[in-house]
């Protein structure tokens, strides 16, 4: 499964309080004139209705409190004399005038609320073509994921993921587009599109990223002549300097046979048991190649990196947006610490699950950025189960829920 996440949040004030705020202010300036009667207070009383249109922004309110208002001017004007009573009238001139533009107001507001909860909805089904939830299983492997997006109220970014079965065995592939946002979502389809294809059509890594890397300049070449259509010839635009990917391809077979290229991103994590106990580890991969769009012939001919996963060992990817994340006061995230806690929290059963571990990282990354990353976060878990787990267990890895 993926969980994607849309960091925002605005902290305000309690939903109670926004109603009762207009009472509590009318209250506040009839105790201020009878404490100080030569003082001209009650004007003060138009006030309410733009409290109400500004606090709960609903039409009812405003007219609530306006008739709150005029109650009170009313009770304040009875033995005035006939000048006084003139300003109570101006006053209640006011306190209308007050209540038509905030009811107005409220309208528009309902209408852009409206407009915008559509806008959410169209960008959660445009997730869901993009970044399509991820299977528990795929050919013998426990497969889990997180993904936060830095933008506020979005829930697609620069990061890309995918997990497929193919005749090949399980392949997988996780980039960073270079930015994050709206602007990088054209580029995370066209690649998104082009891997599952290639990844069932390619018998070799290599060929798969020979496609996705001709389907990037394919892309921006297309792009460029959209935005530049004084421009006849395509061909002589030069995209790869304006946008490239950081990249990684694994490829697991039933056995556990593990291959990857790695085209400048961040080196994966190997959690589980092994000779060396199971603390996490970052699987060496040697030298990466150039980030995808700027690769040229021979790069694209490197060999595949060649390793094992052993029965128990999960592998962990994820986007530089996760170890480059800050806190508040600057400091980096603490990732082979954090991934460790997280393999603790993660036991089910006595081994690690991937579900859990997914989550357990992923909420420690918030945690630490206070809740709102500065770049989009994604991270893949592919998890070698030793052996099936009772049922109980396998109900709760597929949950989310640790279980010790």
């Given at each position: 499964?993926?969980?994607?996440?849309?960091?925002?949040?605005?902290?305000?004030?309690?939903?109670?309080?926004?109603?009762?705020?207009?009472?509590?202010?009318?209250?506040?300036?009839?105790?201020?004139?009878?404490?100080?009667?030569?003082?001209?207070?009650?004007?003060?009383l138009a006030v309410a209705p733009a409290i109400a249109c500004v606090?709960?922004?609903?039409?009812?309110?405003?007219?609530?409190?306006?008739?709150?208002?005029?109650?009170?001017?009313?009770?304040?004007?009875?033995?005035?004399?006939?000048?006084?009573?003139?300003?109570?009238?101006?006053?209640?001139?006011?306190?209308?005038?007050?209540?038509?533009?905030?009811?107005?107001?409220?309208?528009?507001?309902?209408?852009?609320?409206?407009?915008?909860?559509?806008?959410?909805?169209?960008?959660?089904?445009?997730?869901?073509?993009?970044?399509?939830?991820?299977?528990?299983?795929?050919?013998?492997?426990?497969?889990?994921?997180?993904?936060?997006?830095?933008?506020?109220?979005?829930?697609?970014?620069?990061?890309?993921?995918?997990?497929?079965?193919?005749?090949?065995?399980?392949?997988?592939?996780?980039?960073?587009?270079?930015?994050?946002?709206?602007?990088?979502?054209?580029?995370?389809?066209?690649?998104?599109?082009?891997?599952?294809?290639?990844?069932?059509?390619?018998?070799?890594?290599?060929?798969?990223?020979?496609?996705?890397?001709?389907?990037?300049?394919?892309?921006?070449?297309?792009?460029?002549?959209?935005?530049?259509?004084?421009?006849?010839?395509?061909?002589?635009?030069?995209?790869?300097?304006?946008?490239?990917?950081?990249?990684?391809?694994?490829?697991?077979?039933?056995?556990?046979?593990?291959?990857?290229?790695?085209?400048?991103?961040?080196?994966?994590?190997?959690?589980?048991?092994?000779?060396?106990?199971?603390?996490?580890?970052?699987?060496?991969?040697?030298?990466?190649?150039?980030?995808?769009?700027?690769?040229?012939?021979?790069?694209?001919?490197?060999?595949?990196?060649?390793?094992?996963?052993?029965?128990?060992?999960?592998?962990?990817?994820?986007?530089?947006?996760?170890?480059?994340?800050?806190?508040?006061?600057?400091?980096?995230?603490?990732?082979?610490?954090?991934?460790?806690?997280?393999?603790?929290?993660?036991?089910?059963?006595?081994?690690?699950?991937?579900?859990?571990?997914?989550?357990?990282?992923?909420?420690?990354?918030?945690?630490?950025?206070?809740?709102?990353?500065?770049?989009?976060?994604?991270?893949?878990?592919?998890?070698?189960?030793?052996?099936?787990?009772?049922?109980?267990?396998?109900?709760?890895?597929?949950?989310?829920?640790?279980?010790?």
């Open positions: 499964m993926i969980r994607i996440r849309a960091v925002s949040g605005v902290p305000g004030l309690p939903a109670v309080l926004l109603f009762v705020l207009p009472g509590v202010w009318c209250g506040l300036v009839l105790a201020a004139a009878s404490v100080a009667p030569g003082v001209r207070l009650l004007p003060a606090g709960s922004g609903r039409r009812q309110c405003v007219l609530a409190s306006g008739a709150t208002a005029l109650v009170a001017l009313m009770s304040e004007a009875v033995g005035q004399s006939a000048r006084e009573a003139e300003e109570s009238l101006g006053t209640a001139v006011a306190v209308l005038a007050v209540v038509g533009l905030c009811f107005w107001m409220a309208g528009r507001r309902a209408g852009m609320t409206a407009e915008l909860e559509r806008t959410r909805e169209i960008a959660v089904a445009t997730q869901r073509v993009l970044l399509r939830p991820l299977p528990a299983r795929v050919n013998g492997y426990a497969v889990a994921g997180e993904y936060l997006s830095a933008s506020e109220g979005a829930r697609v970014g620069g990061d890309l993921y995918e997990v497929l079965a193919t005749p090949y065995g399980l392949r997988a592939v996780l980039g960073d587009v270079r930015g994050h946002g709206l602007t990088a979502i054209d580029s995370v389809a066209a690649l998104l599109g082009g891997f599952r294809e290639a990844a069932h059509d390619e018998p070799e890594l290599t060929g798969v990223l020979a496609r996705l890397d001709r389907s990037l300049h394919r892309h921006l070449r297309q792009r460029s002549c959209a935005e530049h259509p004084a421009v006849a010839d395509a061909e002589s635009q030069n995209p790869v300097a304006e946008e490239f990917v950081t990249l990684l391809l694994v490829q697991l077979g039933d056995d556990g046979t593990l291959e990857s290229v790695n085209c400048g991103h961040p080196q994966p994590y190997v959690v589980g048991p092994d000779a060396d106990g199971e603390r996490p580890r970052p699987l060496a991969l040697g030298e990466p190649l150039p980030p995808l769009g700027l690769l040229d012939d021979a790069d694209r001919a490197t060999p595949a990196h060649h390793g094992v996963l052993l029965p128990g060992q999960a592998l962990v990817l994820h986007t530089d947006g996760l170890q480059d994340a800050r806190s508040t006061s600057g400091t980096f995230f603490p990732l082979p610490e954090a991934m460790a806690a997280a393999a603790a929290i993660a036991r089910i059963g006595g081994a690690v699950a991937a579900a859990p571990l997914a989550r357990a990282l992923s909420a420690a990354a918030l945690r630490h950025t206070g809740g709102r990353p500065t770049d989009d976060i994604a991270l893949l878990v592919l998890h070698r189960q030793a052996a099936p787990l009772p049922l109980r267990h396998r109900r709760a890895a597929l949950s989310g829920t640790p279980r010790h």
